[in-house]
């Protein structure tokens, strides 16, 4: 059973400056009526998703970063592309508000896995054809082996210092009663559609990627590397990333 959150709890949450984005999102959902179990109050839920926008201007997510980015320095090669959309991913996460984000649950910060990028890299190798797919990602079957490329998570870069990270954006989905009955309720179009809000990255932002040779982290100079470089550069301008790229989200420059 889902339930509200106790007062006190809900007063030591609100009175955070830099709460970790992940907890908040996902443990401290302050958006239940107080007098009905499960009922969500919209108003209460509003307010939730706005404090996303307003806490992702912090300073602390950016110091964040920078000490993600200081342990990481010197291992492999970094570049960066920025947004040309709106980038939502982990939708499919479990949540009250019907609709997930994915959060580094470290530090809180939006995160594309590197398992993602591995993946839209080699998918635009294979409809390239390119050479060394298999040494770049690895081979199952017979010739099992890992691949020599490391990919690690892609961050915001978080460099404009007044600008939120977070955007909020909205869907509208005319058949939600037929999508939580389908036998009782056909896919028809008279049902009152229903607005649903969801976090975003915004178009504009600078992403920080990171790519390392597995048997030499340190390595800077590898041609693979510089390769697989290309390659996922052109996977993220031409297919895009995360949910709902057949629309325009998720593309970068």
């Given amino acids: 059973m889902k339930l509200p959150l106790p007062k006190d709890i809900r007063g030591n949450t609100d009175n955070l400056s830099t709460p970790n984005l ?3 999102y ?6 239940y009526n107080d007098n009905k179990f499960q009922e969500v109050d919209s108003k209460r839920k509003g307010k939730f998703f706005e404090s996303f926008i307003t806490l992702s201007k912090s300073k602390a997510y950016r110091e964040a970063f920078e000490n993600r980015k200081r342990l990481m320095e010197g291992i492999g ?3 960066t592309m920025t947004t040309v959309s709106r980038l939502v991913f982990g939708m499919g996460y479990e949540h009250p508000t019907e609709i997930g984000f994915a959060f580094d649950w470290t530090s809180g910060l939006p995160v594309i896995p590197g398992s993602s990028l591995k993946g839209i890299a080699r998918y635009a190798a294979e409809t390239d054809n390119h050479d060394d797919i298999a040494g770049i990602f690895g081979a199952e079957n017979g010739d ?4 020599e490329i490391v990919f690690f998570p892609a961050y915001p870069c978080l460099i404009d210092n007044n600008k939120p990270f977070l955007e909020l954006d909205v869907m509208t989905p005319h058949y939600s009663k037929y999508y939580s009955d389908p036998v009782n309720n056909p896919p028809a179009d008279w049902y009152s559609p229903l607005p649903l809000h969801f976090l975003t990255v915004p178009a504009g932002e600078k992403y920080c990627f990171r790519l390392a040779h597995r048997k030499n982290l340190r390595d800077k100079e590898s041609p693979l590397l510089k390769k697989t470089e290309n390659i996922l550069k052109y996977a993220l301008s031409e297919f895009g990333v995360g949910a709902k790229t057949s629309v325009f989200y998720g593309y970068f420059t």
Avoid: M
């Avoid at 996902?26 to 958006?31: F, G, L, P, Q």
């Avoid at 099992?144 to 691949?147: I, L, N, R, V």
């Fill in 144 to 147: 099992a082996q890992a691949g």
């Fill in 26 to 31: 996902y443990k401290w959902a302050d958006i």
């Fill in 77 to 79: 090669i970094t570049f």
């Fill in 22 to 24: 992940s907890l908040k």
